[in-house]
């Protein structure tokens, strides 16, 4: 499933922050539908085609279902594009890319790294991204004016960290197992070999970390729009940097390299990128 | 190092009641002195002779610290076996097994599964442990008379999950790379291949969701006394089991098997037992 790349929509900045608020009140509306499944006894489906195990909950669809009436109701010259419940183009030029639970391996094991994905495309990329967890009350937030987290005890400017050297830097990955096919292995692990430290299991958490300056890259593949759209403003616009595999902005692709700044960026790319004949 | 394996030393019920409370001070001390440098700048130490990497905070020590002088003053006749200022053999028969930062990999990614670990030996098992989780404000505690989750709005029963099959079990470990040597990593394949699903980055989170009903197993390597006693007690008293990968009470192997039933502990050892001749 690919997200359609148009013309780009321009947003003003007044726009911009009506539609970040909303964004805030889809997350609220998400995790409202989807706490009270966490570490409770959850009905888990099955879907068709998908492969070996790929659970969804009821709170994934309960959460889709709530965040997509909310936008047919305030917006619905808005196009959504979900995890769940499949695509509506919309006349506006804005297309809402949701995931209600990312990591839903971690939610169904009770771990408090998945979290609800909520980002405004504009045709072009996403202007607006929400990572929320609702568990630990933490809602990263990235916008061209700013990419901040939110907690109990307040909120926090978020900024990369600058890690020069990939061996200096720790790389971070959902699991070893994401990677499909030989080639895809090889180049992780070539990456793995020279960083400093990896450590698996963050599914988005990993690139929030890596927002907030803890964690240096995250370097991923298999992943959906619905994965990836709403954590590049975030890590953007914290000063850091999101590509494919090879530099480039084909994201679509599922390889993505997420890194702290320039130069360790470029030391990855030049491990994973495309060799002549790929 | 090992724990030393000597004569058990009864612990009557007042005693169990006295000491588990004490063990929530050592628990309140450690959280309160290791909170302020989560997620901050942490000054990182190299432990010499430990390898490639094994980042020890500032954290790490300040909590040591406090806990040692908590239990000094309260029974200076009681042992400590510490990860970072080893052991102390006391006059007691009871022995404090102290990990500060259990997951210290976890903690400088920012990601809040490390955890406070704190047993009571009693020279042949652990008769108290809590895993600590400070951020989270998460608090596990086992002892002969329960085993209990704390957290901000109440205490939860804790009880692991019956799950008759492998094919059907959530498996954990830290990471794929804490297998040594290729018979330890072929023994771990065997068990994540027959498993239904495979999750890394646990630390002492994972035995905390087995002994909460929402992971099956953990199967780890490497493990240090302090790595794994006060997450038996949590375990066993919520239903559960841990053992070698033998199935025996090995644990100074540091190779740990934890489930939540004995028919999966069963299936597990006999993919992770000793073959003739290992």
């Not at 299991?201 to 990993?206: E, F, K, R, S």
Request: hydrophobic letters at 40%; proline letters at 4%.
């Amino acid at each position: 499933m690919k997200l359609p790349v148009t013309k780009a929509r321009s947003v003003s900045r007044s726009e911009l922050y009506e539609l970040t608020e909303f964004a805030g009140q889809l997350a609220d509306a998400a995790g409202a539908a989807i706490l009270p499944y966490f570490r409770s006894s959850v009905e888990i489906d099955h879907k068709p085609g998908r492969g070996d195990f790929d659970p969804v909950t009821v709170a994934d669809i309960a959460a889709e279902t709530v965040m997509r009436e909310l936008i047919t109701q305030t917006y619905p010259e808005h196009g959504i594009f979900g995890e769940e419940f499949g695509s509506f183009t919309g006349t506006s030029g804005l297309t809402w890319v949701l995931d209600p639970i990312d990591g839903t391996r971690a939610f169904i094991s009770g771990i408090p790294l998945w979290g609800t994905l909520i980002a405004l495309h504009n045709g072009e990329q996403s202007v607006i991204g929400v990572a929320d967890q609702p568990y630990l009350q933490e809602r990263f937030i990235g916008n061209s004016l700013q990419a901040t987290l939110y907690t109990r005890s307040g909120e926090t400017r978020l900024h990369t960290r600058q890690c020069d050297k990939l061996s200096q830097a720790t790389l971070m990955a959902t699991s070893p197992d994401i990677f499909d096919t030989a080639h895809e292995k090889d180049k992780f692990e070539s990456v793995a070999a020279a960083a400093k430290m990896t450590r698996y299991g963050g599914d988005c958490y990993a690139y929030c970390m890596l927002a907030s300056g803890f964690v240096d890259v995250v370097v991923e593949a298999g992943l959906q729009p619905y994965d990836i759209q709403a954590l590049v403003p975030i890590i953007e616009n914290a000063g850091g940097y999101v590509t494919d595999w090879s530099g480039g902005n084909d994201l679509a692709s599922g390889r993505v390299v997420a890194a702290g700044c320039q130069a360790l960026l470029q030391e990855v790319i030049a491990l994973t990128g495309q060799s002549p004949g790929d």
